[in-house]
């Protein structure tokens, strides 16, 4: 290459480099392109076959009408969607409400420290967190045993009786997740300039008016996030139930929510077309969500 | 604003006032209670014997000695089975890490400073795939790993946690927003190759995105349950799927059981202990650290 470029060759070595870019940047995306076909596309792709198909056969939506028909098909739905509501109301009401309360202490330590504290159990998740949860709920060893027995509970079978499991589910969820919303919530909260709340409070807004509409309305975009992202993985319950089936001496059925269905499906019935079905209808909720949330939640716009 | 309206913090707090603050300092530590007693009693709960988990305060501190005992009952389970579900853990979660980082560290870049066809095809669905939860491919990559037999072979745990859509957008965001092009550029008309470019400029601003890549790579790898428990059956499962299975010889929980070496409960509380304490180290020493990770998800600034 010529120390000194002239100005006609300038351009022409402009468009190499281009070209070089262009060589590199496909270079590197290859090795996690691959990834993406092989665990992201294949395995979505070869589900959809399995199930619109029954020992190679096409058989159109017989698989997914055989899962629906399944009598244990709809009290799953039914589960997971109480599980859901309950879930999601408190993770929204609670991660707001606990954020602003953060956020409007002035004391930066004891701040600070509610965060850190808040968000230690977020390291827990998987069965872990759930073997504990078994613990705290037992009232025979719980540490929280007065509070069990004060409501009436005196077995780890009476606490995770059929109507109130959707409770003891979205505890543990909240337990493990909220901490980390709350944090990125006060990130949200930290965001807005401290003028627009300063000229709120002047204009005569208490914490409560300030909170509702300045706030929140700020919050939006993040909350929609959490929301979205703590729906698409609530419909995949999946290990609490697991486990508290395993130690509630069959109070909590294995086939509690949808994927353990699917599950059974799969490992205990060998119908792997049945188990597609199934997975493949929460992974549509799942991407139908996602990709709305993509294009039109407003958090990604720059993407 | 005027300079007599701007009340500064020292002054005194209406009785209204007095009152919102109080009930937000009590709500705050009632729920910093909610989330660390559960913790604090499994640090506790493995100093004793089981009678004295019954019948003590929960928070009373047992011994040392049973702590000890308790240890020996757990690590001699049918021949040390503890460790071996430990070190498939620490092999299958490490071995993802180093592919993860080699992985997604360059695609990041590529995606944030190249151009080349396609970059804004594979940064959509990057996205799309990133926000759908890793339970909802659990199944479908099982049939897909069972079609080509791979189940049973630390592969299927190995490959699958290798795929992180998460830090390649994390390493997106971090290269176009740390990293400026000019910066890059001037190493080009330096005489810098493109991969020179990439390993010399690039690679030593990236450090913080490596670490918080692979950190939560690594944490959310370890406490997956779902997929290594349909993927690797037997000795083969890692500590989160060997906790499970801990818990069915736990005469307490299953009183019908009747396997012949059984499992205390203070034994159990001590492997959920074991089983979570390298996470939660990492997690007690990076948190500051990994606080601005999390926001750093979907904010550009």
Redesign the interface.
């Known amino acids: 290459?010529p120390p000194t470029p002239p100005p006609a060759s300038r351009s022409h070595r402009r468009g190499s480099?281009?070209r070089?870019?262009?060589?590199?940047?496909?270079?590197?995306?290859t090795?996690?392109?691959l990834?993406?076909l092989?665990?992201?596309l294949?395995?979505?792709l070869?589900?959809i076959y399995?199930a619109f198909t029954k020992k190679g056969a096409f058989v159109g939506f017989a698989n997914f009408l055989k899962v629906f028909k399944d009598y244990r098909f709809l009290p799953a739905v039914e589960h997971v969607g109480i599980f859901l509501v309950v879930w999601l109301v408190a993770l929204v009401l609670?991660v707001v409400?606990?954020a602003i309360?953060?956020h409007?202490?002035?004391m930066r330590w004891?701040s600070g420290t509610?965060?850190?504290?808040?968000?230690?159990?977020?390291?827990?998740?998987?069965?872990?967190s759930v073997?504990?949860?078994?613990?705290?709920l037992d009232p025979?060893?719980?540490?929280?045993?007065f509070l069990l027995e004060a409501m009436g509970f005196d077995s780890?079978v009476s606490v995770v009786q059929a109507d109130r499991l959707p409770f003891v589910l979205a505890i543990i969820a909240f337990?493990t997740g909220a901490?980390?919303w709350i944090?990125?919530m006060y990130?949200?909260l930290n965001?807005i300039p401290r003028e627009v709340l300063?000229?709120a409070r002047?204009d005569g807004a208490g914490?409560i008016r300030t909170a509702w509409s300045i706030q929140i309305p700020l919050m939006r975009?993040?909350i929609a996030?959490m929301v979205?992202?703590s729906f698409?993985?609530g419909t995949?319950l999946?290990?609490e139930p697991?486990?508290l089936a395993?130690?509630?001496?069959g109070v909590v059925s294995q086939d509690y929510s949808l994927?353990q269905l699917?599950?059974l499906y799969?490992?205990k019935q060998s119908d792997?077309n049945g188990?597609?079905a199934?997975?493949?209808v929460?992974?549509a909720v799942?991407?139908v969500?996602?990709?709305v949330?993509?294009f039109k939640g407003g958090?990604?716009e720059?993407? | 604003?005027s300079a007599h309206?701007n009340s500064g913090?020292a002054r005194a707090l209406t009785p209204a006032e007095w009152l919102?603050?109080a009930v937000?300092?009590l709500?705050?530590i009632t729920?910093?209670l909610?989330?660390?007693?559960?913790?604090?009693?499994?640090l506790i709960?493995p100093t004793k014997t089981d009678r004295q988990?019954?019948l003590e305060m929960?928070?009373a501190f047992g011994d040392f000695s049973t702590l000890a005992a308790n240890w020996t009952s757990l690590v001699t389970f049918q021949g040390g089975l503890i460790w071996q579900w430990i070190g498939n853990s620490a092999f299958y979660c490490g071995a993802a890490l180093v592919i993860t980082l080699?992985?997604?560290i360059?695609?990041g870049?590529?995606?944030a400073l190249?151009?080349?066809?396609g970059?804004r095809a594979?940064?959509?669905?990057?996205?799309?795939?990133m926000?759908?939860?890793g339970?909802?491919?659990?199944?479908?990559?099982?049939?897909?790993l069972?079609?080509v037999r791979l189940i049973g072979n630390p592969l299927a745990a190995i490959?699958?946690f290798?795929?992180f859509?998460f830090g390649?957008y994390l390493t997106y965001i971090y290269f176009s927003t740390a990293v400026s092009r000019d910066l890059l550029d001037a190493a080009?008309i330096d005489?810098a190759?493109?991969?020179e470019v990439?390993l010399k400029i690039a690679m030593p601003l990236a450090t913080p995105v490596i670490a918080l890549v692979g950190f939560f790579n690594f944490?959310g790898n370890w406490?997956?349950?779902?997929l290594p428990y349909?993927t690797l059956p037997g000795k083969k499962a890692p500590i989160?799927?060997g906790?499970?299975e801990l818990?069915?010889n736990v005469p307490a929980?299953?009183?019908?059981n009747a396997a012949s070496t059984t499992i205390s409960?203070s034994a159990?509380?001590l492997a959920?202990l074991i089983?979570?304490a390298p996470?939660?180290i990492?997690?007690?020493f990076c948190?500051r650290f990994l606080?601005s990770g999390?926001?750093a998800?979907?904010?550009?600034e």
């Open positions: 290459m480099v281009e070089a870019q262009g060589r590199i940047g496909l270079a590197f995306v090795p996690y392109a990834f993406l092989a665990f992201g294949l395995p979505t070869y589900a399995l609670l409400v606990l309360m953060v409007s202490i002035g004891l509610m965060r850190f504290v808040y968000y230690i159990p977020g390291a827990l998740a998987g069965a872990s073997m504990l949860w078994l613990f705290v025979t060893v719980s540490p929280v045993a780890l337990w901490g980390g944090v990125v990130g949200a965001n300063e000229a002047v914490p975009k993040w996030y979205v992202l698409a993985g995949q999946f290990v697991r486990v395993q130690a509630s001496r994927n699917a599950f799969a490992f792997f188990s597609a199934i997975s493949l929460l992974l799942a991407l969500l996602s990709i949330f993509v958090l990604f720059r993407a | 604003m309206e913090p919102g603050r937000t300092i709500v705050l729920f910093a909610f989330f660390v007693v559960p913790l604090i009693w499994l709960a988990l019954l929960p928070f080699l992985i997604s360059p695609a870049y590529a995606m190249t151009e080349f066809p970059r594979l940064l959509a669905t990057t996205l799309v795939v926000l759908v939860p339970t909802a491919l659990v199944l479908p990559i099982f049939l897909e069972s079609a490959l699958p290798s795929f859509p390649v080009r005489g190759t493109e991969f990439f944490t406490n997956n349950y779902f349909v989160q799927v906790l499970a818990l069915s929980f299953n009183p019908t409960l159990l509380a959920t089983a979570i996470v939660m990492v997690f007690l948190q606080v999390m926001t998800g979907g904010t550009k």
